[in-house]
Every structure is written in structure tokens, then in C-alpha cells.
């Protein structure tokens, strides 16, 4: 029986042979492709497999012209002779001038060298001092790039795929986010991939994968142990002189070492495996950040003006939504169209949603004080002492825009039967919408006009037997 096959999936399976792959994880990377003359880069570290085989690799006397690297450290090698040059330059020089001067001199001709010889003396100090801070400027920018000066490639050569497994730290990933804020109830997210190659290898694949997980996760074999029960039996008392103290942590040391396979370094663990992937990924070794799209879908927002006088003084935009994706980084670039808001803005689920803290309002002021001691107001009735308390807020609206501005505070939570916290009244020349919430968190939401100031007085009250001592 004769079998043939067509002619598309032999083309199928060349390709597939030859197609490039990179999977970064969080402990290492691993990177196939076809090496072309056995040049790999400028790393360092690195290991690489053959079909499977691990091959050696060596350092090469000639590096590729026509790679990006190689004519960087080429240009770098060209500076430094150039300095070299001129460093000679100057020293023969030098040794021209100590040489000894006729009896006989002619004053004129002698001015004129004398002019000259300054004249290039400068020259050549000038474009010595010039050529050793652009050498030093390319040396700190291949540095950047590449762990080592010494290109690395295979000491024989491999006709397939070559596999390397580059250490952790010279190829990196994180994510963060982009909020477009497109009105009031309203919102663009943006999730990016920021990927950076300081490995020292120029990479081209046709397929990325970035894992927030580590390539190599161990797990120690575990087995029923059952949890028993018996009659109790004291333990008799040990006593140590020091020397016998010594002899027990030397034998725990010594069994601790004895032991079987030591258990790895821990590993984090995630909830999600985070999975991203990109095609056609062109990662030069630059130690430049990639920034790459990963996700856009809008959400609805409800944006709000907070401020926690009890702990900060300072009032913040909090906008709230319900992501359509998991977000995976706290990190947030928050913008408004073209205008940029924030940079460096964070965000957290909390209570069912998402909230991103945009920015600071600068524009309302607060301020915190407690009631001055006369207003406080202690008495004993019968047995149990009542002491009241409180504080004044003050809010003020600089702008010329009215704001509308929740504010979150406290009266004390009580956290025993023996003491009641009640509060007693919310002062303020205006009415005060607010709500008294569990463990003595108040809410409160309040208008400001615009230039308008406000006062607001919380007053509260504990009652406790006279004879405890209380704190808060």
C-alpha cells in the first residue's frame, strides 16, 4: 500500500519546525528558535538545549557585523581606540617638547611653535576630555542592554530548534492599567503588558507567552496523619546545663542536614493563572520597558470627593466601577482624553467593586480639632460616670466651583458590654445629611458652595462605671 502525502501539510510542518517561541515566567525565561552561525548575543548565564540535548556554548572571536549588538560594541570599541589614540598622540608630544633646545634661538620662529604647540596641546586635551565622556556614555548604555561585553554562541552548531533558559531578572513583565475618564459616568480601561530585555539577546518570535508563575513549582508528597486523642500524662521537667544545650542544637543540626532533598525556596501562588500572549513580538535587548496592549473595554464609574479627616486630611477623587476582566495590578496611569490626570494613581476591590483612586482635590481644605476641654462636660450619676467629647471639623471650598464632598469619621466603638458610646448630636449652620453606620463610622455628604466655609461639631457621649479606667 502506498501512502502520500499532500504537499500543504509538508509546508505545515517545516513551518511549525522552524516557528520561534518565547515563555516568560516569573523565575526564568525559556527561549526557541533557530540559531543563525551559532550566534546567540552578549548573555550571560544562560543554557541551551539541542533536540533536547544540552550543548555547550562558548565566547566568539567574531561577532556578527550585521547584528544590532555586535555594531554597538564595535562603534564602543572604535571610541576607545579613538581615545587611545589621542592619549598617544598626546604623550609623544610631550616627549618631543622635553627634548633639548638649541643654544641658538630664533625669537620669532620660537614664539610661533611655542603658539602652536599650545594651540594642539589644548586641541588634544579638549578632544580627550570630549571622547572619554561619549566613551563612558556607550559603555553605560551597552551596560543597559547587556550583562557582558563577550558574545556568546554554540560551540557547534544546531540544525533545529535551540532552546535556551535565560536567568531570572534579565527578561521581566508587569502589568498596569490606563484609565480614560471619557465623562462623569464613564470610563476607557486600558490593560498594558510593560516587558523589559536587558538579557543581552535581540528576540524575535512568532509567539510570547508571559505566565504570573514561576516555571518550576514544587510540592512536597503529604499524607494522612490521624489526630489523636489519648489520656493526658504530664511531661516531666527537663533541665540543661549549657554544654548539654550545645549537644541538642549540634544533633538537630546535624539530622536537619541529614535529611532527604532539601525543599525549595517558596514559590508564590496566584489565584488566576495569568496567562498573556502576543504574536509577532520584536524584544530587542535595549533595557528599555515595551509597553503592549493587552485588553480595552469600558465600564460605567461613579466618581466621588472623599476625605477621611480622622487619618488624612487630604480630600481624593474616588472612582468606582465593576471590572468586566480581573485586574491584576494595583498600578494606574489615569487620564481625560489628552490630558494626563494622574501617573502614578492606585486602585483596590473593595466591597464588591473597584475603586481607583484618581487624584488629589487641591482646591478643598480641611482641618481637624477637638473640642477645647471647658466644652467637655463629666459627670457621676449614681454609679456610672458620663463623660462627653468631641470634635469640630472645618471644610473649606477654595474654588469657584461648588463641591460635592463625602466625608467619612468616627465616634469611639465600644468593645465591651461595660462601656456605652452614644453619639449625640452633628452641629452645623446647615443641615448635615449623614448616617450613623456600624462601629461608630459616619458618612456624611455635604455641598459646598463656592469660597464657602463650613463648621461642623460631632459630639458624642461614653458611659462607664465610675470605677473603670477607660482609653480611646
Same mark, same amino acid.
Given at each position: 500500500?502506498?501512502?502520500?502525502? /499532500?504537499?500543504?501539510?509538508?509546508?505545515?510542518?517545516?513551518?511549525?519546525?522552524?516557528?520561534?517561541?518565547?515563555?516568560?515566567?516569573?523565575?526564568?525565561?525559556?527561549?526557541?528558535?533557530?540559531?543563525?552561525?551559532?550566534?546567540?548575543?552578549?548573555?550571560?548565564?544562560?543554557?541551551?538545549?539541542?533536540?533536547?540535548?544540552?550543548?555547550?556554548?562558548?565566547?566568539?572571536?567574531?561577532?556578527?557585523?550585521?547584528?544590532?549588538?555586535?555594531?554597538?560594541?564595535?562603534?564602543?570599541?572604535?571610541?576607545?581606540?579613538?581615545?587611545?589614540?589621542?592619549?598617544?598622540?598626546?604623550?609623544?608630544?610631550?616627549?618631543?617638547?622635553?627634548?633639548?633646545? /638649541?643654544?641658538?634661538?630664533?625669537?620669532?620662529?620660537?614664539?610661533?611653535?611655542?603658539?602652536?604647540?599650545?594651540?594642539?596641546?589644548?586641541?588634544?586635551?579638549?578632544?580627550?576630555?570630549?571622547?572619554?565622556?561619549?566613551?563612558?556614555?556607550?559603555? +553605560?548604555?551597552?551596560?543597559?542592554?547587556?550583562?557582558?561585553?563577550?558574545?556568546?554562541?554554540?560551540?557547534?552548531?544546531?540544525?533545529?530548534?535551540?532552546?535556551?533558559?535565560? /536567568?531570572?531578572?534579565?527578561?521581566?513583565f508587569s502589568t498596569f492599567y490606563e484609565a480614560d475618564i471619557l465623562n462623569e459616568k464613564e470610563a476607557k480601561v486600558t490593560?498594558?503588558?510593560?516587558?523589559?530585555?536587558?538579557?543581552?539577546?535581540?528576540?524575535?518570535?512568532?509567539?510570547?507567552?508571559?505566565?504570573?508563575?514561576?516555571?518550576?513549582?514544587?510540592?512536597?508528597?503529604?499524607?494522612?496523619?490521624?489526630?489523636?486523642?489519648?489520656?493526658?500524662?504530664?511531661?516531666?521537667?527537663?533541665?540543661?546545663?549549657?554544654?548539654?544545650?550545645?549537644?541538642?542544637?549540634?544533633?538537630?543540626?546535624?539530622?536537619?542536614?541529614?535529611?532527604?532533598?532539601?525543599?525549595?525556596?517558596?514559590?508564590?501562588?496566584?489565584?488566576?493563572?495569568?496567562?498573556?500572549?502576543?504574536?509577532?513580538?520584536?524584544?530587542?535587548?535595549?533595557?528599555?520597558?515595551?509597553?503592549?496592549?493587552?485588553?480595552?473595554?469600558?465600564?460605567?464609574?461613579?466618581?466621588?470627593?472623599?476625605?477621611?479627616?480622622?487619618?488624612?486630611?487630604?480630600?481624593?477623587?474616588?472612582?468606582?466601577?465593576?471590572?468586566?476582566?480581573?485586574?491584576?495590578?494595583?498600578?494606574?496611569?489615569?487620564?481625560?482624553?489628552?490630558?494626563?490626570?494622574?501617573?502614578?494613581?492606585?486602585?483596590?476591590?473593595?466591597?464588591?467593586?473597584?475603586?481607583?483612586?484618581? +487624584?488629589?482635590?487641591?482646591?478643598?481644605?480641611?482641618?481637624?480639632? /477637638?473640642?477645647?476641654?471647658?466644652?467637655?462636660?463629666?459627670?457621676?450619676?449614681?454609679?456610672?460616670? +458620663?463623660?462627653?467629647?468631641?470634635?469640630?471639623?472645618? &471644610?473649606?471650598?477654595?474654588?469657584?466651583?461648588?463641591?460635592?464632598?463625602?466625608?467619612?469619621?468616627?465616634?469611639?466603638?465600644?468593645?465591651?458590654?461595660?462601656?456605652?458610646?452614644?453619639?449625640?448630636?452633628?452641629?452645623?449652620?446647615?443641615?448635615?445629611?449623614?448616617? &450613623?453606620?456600624?462601629?461608630?463610622?459616619?458618612?456624611?455628604?455635604?455641598?459646598?458652595?463656592?469660597?464657602?466655609?463650613?463648621?461642623?461639631?460631632?459630639?458624642?457621649?461614653?458611659?462607664?462605671?465610675?470605677?473603670?479606667?477607660?482609653?480611646?
Open positions: 500500500m502506498k501512502f502520500s502525502i /499532500p504537499l500543504s501539510i509538508l509546508l505545515l510542518t517545516n513551518i511549525s519546525a522552524l516557528a520561534s517561541s518565547l515563555s516568560v515566567f516569573q523565575n526564568q525565561t525559556i527561549y526557541s528558535f533557530t540559531a543563525e552561525n551559532g550566534y546567540i548575543g552578549f548573555a550571560k548565564g544562560v543554557k541551551a538545549k539541542c533536540e533536547g540535548n544540552t550543548i555547550a556554548l562558548k565566547a566568539m572571536y567574531n561577532c556578527p557585523p550585521d547584528k544590532r549588538l555586535c555594531k554597538e560594541l564595535l562603534d564602543l570599541k572604535e571610541t576607545g581606540k579613538k581615545l587611545n589614540t589621542i592619549q598617544a598622540n598626546t604623550k609623544a608630544l610631550n616627549q618631543l617638547l622635553s627634548l633639548p633646545r /638649541p643654544t641658538k634661538l630664533n625669537v620669532s620662529a620660537w614664539v610661533e611653535s611655542a603658539r602652536l604647540i599650545g594651540a594642539e596641546q589644548a586641541n588634544l586635551f579638549s578632544e580627550a576630555q570630549k571622547t572619554s565622556e561619549i566613551l563612558a556614555l556607550k559603555q +553605560r548604555a551597552f551596560q543597559k542592554q547587556a550583562p557582558s561585553k563577550n558574545a556568546l554562541g554554540t560551540a557547534k552548531r544546531c540544525p533545529k530548534e535551540l532552546e535556551l533558559t535565560i /536567568p531570572h531578572g534579565y527578561i521581566s490593560q498594558y503588558l510593560s516587558i523589559n530585555n536587558r538579557s543581552g539577546i535581540d528576540i524575535e518570535v512568532d509567539t510570547a507567552m508571559f505566565y504570573y508563575r514561576s516555571a518550576n513549582q514544587y510540592v512536597n508528597p503529604i499524607h494522612f496523619t490521624p489526630w489523636k486523642v489519648g489520656k493526658y500524662v504530664p511531661m516531666p521537667k527537663r533541665t540543661y546545663v549549657q554544654s548539654m544545650m550545645k549537644e541538642a542544637r549540634m544533633t538537630m543540626a546535624d539530622e536537619a542536614s541529614a535529611g532527604v532533598m532539601p525543599i525549595s525556596a517558596p514559590v508564590a501562588s496566584y489565584e488566576d493563572a495569568r496567562e498573556y500572549k502576543i504574536k509577532n513580538l520584536a524584544l530587542p535587548s535595549t533595557g528599555v520597558p515595551l509597553d503592549a496592549k493587552v485588553l480595552t473595554w469600558k465600564a460605567p464609574i461613579n466618581c466621588e470627593m472623599r476625605t477621611y479627616p480622622y487619618v488624612d486630611r487630604r480630600v481624593f477623587q474616588v472612582c468606582s466601577f465593576k471590572p468586566k476582566y480581573q485586574i491584576d495590578s494595583s498600578r494606574w496611569k489615569v487620564r481625560s482624553g489628552q490630558k494626563m490626570i494622574n501617573e502614578s494613581a492606585t486602585g483596590e476591590y473593595y466591597g464588591g467593586k473597584y475603586d481607583l483612586y484618581t +487624584r488629589l482635590e487641591e482646591d478643598i481644605q480641611v482641618e481637624r480639632k /477637638p473640642i477645647v476641654q471647658k466644652e467637655r462636660q463629666t459627670g457621676i450619676f449614681g454609679g456610672t460616670a +458620663r463623660k462627653k467629647d468631641g470634635y469640630t471639623l472645618t &471644610l473649606i471650598n477654595k474654588s469657584d466651583k461648588a463641591r460635592t464632598l463625602i466625608v467619612t469619621e468616627r465616634i469611639p466603638a465600644s468593645t465591651t458590654e461595660e462601656i456605652k458610646v452614644k453619639l449625640l448630636n452633628i452641629r452645623s449652620a446647615k443641615n448635615v445629611d449623614y448616617r &450613623l453606620l456600624k462601629d461608630g463610622k459616619i458618612e456624611m455628604k455635604l455641598l459646598l458652595g463656592a469660597h464657602e466655609s463650613r463648621k461642623i461639631d460631632i459630639l458624642f457621649e461614653l458611659s462607664y462605671d465610675k470605677d473603670l479606667k477607660i482609653s480611646y
